[in-house]
């Protein structure tokens, strides 16, 4: 009990604790017409293994990804998924997932891309629920289709950066967070430890980037750590703050919109971008300059 209040207590100190929400709240949630749980994995098979009951699934690649060009689904094909997912503008979507909702995180973050406000995870991710012995089903559900209005724009100049964009943020100094593993980051692996090879030519890091791994910022059983303890790794870590315009990367972007889901709503920091061409571009990109080591 006296965890679970500790617990309460510290998301309280978020700079936006509204966007966390426990499974005790989803557990409360899961027949609300105003909420839609979504569930993103990186195993995009485990949703088909039991899932949390109503919720719906994302595949980050076949859903969000355009299939033709390395770049997100038009505004129009994102209105037709939320429409067929029963999700209209002012539905409240609440993410969870593998990976300590890292792919959450990402699905999130594209779903704010599109200028959808009212976002939140789920504290702990899919691992959390399975550990507290929560309900799953196979079950698939299926919702009236509603109308979504046709997003005007996405808003790749707010929350995301392009390559041009994290060279200009090297080139002056200012804050890049690369989120990949230590040994991604030095330059020894060109993969994240225990995944196959990608393609990358060249192992290292962005000039002037500081290497904070994506799991710095979460406890061992998946939940984000305390605004303290956050504030400790990454403002007095690493200079960060909320007038400062920062850019985060990993491979292709979904380790930093973990960062960035961190940065943003946990910690309040207004100007954070995330570099979802990351490493796969950069690491191959002509005449894009490197560094290695620590």
């Not at 979504?38 to 949390?52: K, M």
């Not at 109503?54 to 939320?82: K, M, N």
């Not at 290292?204 to 790794?233: M, Q």
Request: charged share 30%; proline share 5%.
């Amino acid at each position: 009990m006296w965890e679970d209040r500790r617990n309460f207590m510290n998301q309280q100190d978020y700079a936006y604790p509204e966007a966390l929400v426990s499974t005790d709240w989803v557990a409360e949630h899961l027949n609300d017409p105003s909420v839609r749980i979504i569930e993103s994995n990186e195993d995009v098979l485990l949703y088909d293994t039991g899932h949390i009951p109503g919720a719906v699934h994302i595949d980050w690649r076949a859903d969000l990804q355009d299939q033709t060009v390395r770049d997100y689904i038009s505004p129009a094909e994102f209105a037709s998924l939320c429409a067929k997912h029963g999700i209209g503008r002012d539905t409240t979507c609440v993410f969870y997932g593998d990976k300590s909702n890292w792919w959450a995180c990402y699905a999130l973050w594209v779903f704010r891309l599109f200028g959808h406000k009212n976002v939140k995870i789920m504290n702990g991710g899919r691992d959390k629920w399975v550990a507290e012995g929560r309900p799953l089903t196979r079950e698939k559900p299926s919702f009236a289709m509603v109308e979504y209005p046709l997003p005007a724009r996405r808003r790749d100049d707010e929350i995301r950066a392009f390559y041009e964009d994290a060279k200009r943020q090297s080139e002056a100094k200012l804050p890049l967070i690369d989120v990949r593993s230590p040994g991604e980051f030095r330059g020894e692996i060109t993969h994240m430890p225990e995944y196959p090879q990608e393609g990358v030519l060249r192992g290292g890091h962005i000039p002037g980037a500081r290497g904070v791994p994506w799991k710095t910022a979460v406890n061992d059983d998946g939940t984000f750590k305390s605004r303290g303890e956050l504030e400790k790794i990454y403002t007095q870590g690493c200079g960060l703050g909320a007038d400062r315009e920062i850019v985060a990367y990993c491979r292709i972007g979904e380790r930093s919109s973990h960062t960035w889901f961190v940065l943003t709503y946990l910690l309040g920091y207004e100007k954070v971008r995330n570099y979802d061409g990351s490493w796969t571009e950069w690491g191959n990109r002509v005449r894009a300059p490197i560094a290695t080591g620590e």
